[in-house]
């Protein structure tokens, strides 16, 4: 079902990411971790859809999507970034098979950490976040989304790893077999995990033969 909803507030978030608050329709219901199929309502962009997850809570009045903007493509998200609070967006209805199902382990690269804002973000809301880790992997520090948050909700529980620039203040590399390894010790606790498809791909391989069962990961399939 499409939905014609106006922008209300564009914020920046990190030199390429910006989050997008956007009129809510009445009765549109999405549950933490799902996402919608977007376009933008102007004339030749309202059939090209992208799919977006929702960060805002479920009970909040507005909907928000926080968006990196890949300048490179001359796509959708370098349109999306030219917009301005009064244009509009055309939604569908949300989907996704990423739900909170547990305390676990949230795994997330890049703007892959997105589907796990709303639920970090609900976990925080009702004082559940306890038994809950972040691993958020970026390429430098500039690129790293809602830093301050996510501390202020996990604490010492939100982990940062830089794959090219160096930072005292962080880790440094990948989160391979090795670094899996030296960070985690409970293979039955839930695995959260989202990034760009061989990091998903790679991870859930190494969980799986390091002991977690399939029934634990949780990814977009």
């Known amino acids: 079902m499409r939905q014609i909803v106006k922008i209300a507030d ?3 978030v990190t030199h390429d990411v910006k989050s997008f608050r956007v009129e809510k329709p009445a009765g549109y219901n999405f549950q933490p971790g799902n ?3 977007v376009s933008i309502n102007q004339p030749g962009l309202d059939e090209e ?3 977006f997850t929702f960060t805002c809570l479920t009970k909040d009045p507005y909907l928000e999507f926080t968006i990196k903007r890949y300048p490179d493509h001359h796509g959708i998200t370098d349109r999306l970034h030219q917009l301005q609070p009064g244009d509009e967006l055309i939604l569908r209805d949300s989907w996704g098979a990423i739900e909170y199902k547990g305390p676990g382990y949230f795994i997330a690269g890049g703007a ?3 589907p796990f804002i ?4 609900y976990l925080y809301d009702e004082k559940k976040t306890t038994g809950n880790q972040l691993f958020f992997s970026n390429k430098t520090n500039r690129d790293i989304i809602y830093e301050e948050e996510l501390i202020k909700i996990l604490g010492k529980n939100a982990h940062f790893i830089l794959t090219r620039d160096k930072d005292p203040r962080y880790e440094t590399g990948r989160i391979n077999e090795e ?3 030296r960070h985690i010790s409970d293979y039955k ?3 959260y995990i989202c990034g760009p498809d061989p990091m998903v791909a790679e991870i859930t391989n190494t969980l799986q ?4 069962s399939p029934d634990t990961l949780v990814f977009e399939k």
């Open 112 to 114: 892959g950490i997105t």
């Open 209 to 212: 033969k390091m002991g977690a």
């Open 189 to 191: 606790k839930h695995f």
């Open 179 to 181: 670094f899996i390894g």
């Open 49 to 51: 859809t992208r799919p």
């Open 118 to 121: 709303a639920i970090l973000r």
């Open 35 to 37: 996402a919608t199929d």
């Open 10 to 12: 564009i914020r920046p």
